[in-house]
């Protein structure tokens, strides 16, 4: 069965840092694209950063600079590495993956809940 579970959040003062990661299974990680979407209550899911077969990434305009996502293959793992974390980060955030044939992420993490107190 395909499984991505996240994991590495939780409370951090704005201005940290946090890194969440995602570990798949079931899947041949190498060619699928992954993505990391957050969804704050009450506000609609957005996308927040994805990062190719190819490593190719991309990034929403609110993050560009501060998140970096990766990728590390032998791990069937992603990453995203938060830092200059603001309060407006506060969001259960989601792993995705698909293929690349596939129109929309086919694959869904639980969430883990990230909060940014100050």
């Known amino acids: 069965q395909v499984q991505l579970v996240e994991s590495g959040g939780g409370l951090v003062q704005p201005g940290g840092s946090l890194r969440l990661s995602c570990a798949a299974s079931g899947i041949i990680f190498s060619i699928y694209n992954m993505a990391w979407y957050r969804q704050a209550p009450g506000k609609q899911r957005e996308l927040v950063a994805t990062?190719?077969?190819?490593?190719?990434?991309i990034y929403t305009d609110s993050v560009k600079g501060r998140f970096t996502i990766s990728r590390d293959n032998a791990k069937n793992t992603v990453y995203l590495q938060m830092a200059s974390l603001k309060p407006e980060d506060t969001a259960v955030y989601y792993c995705a993956g698909k293929r690349i044939i596939s129109s929309k992420y086919e694959y869904w993490g639980q969430g883990t809940q990230v909060t940014v107190s100050s």
């Open positions: 990062i190719t077969a190819g490593a190719s990434t």
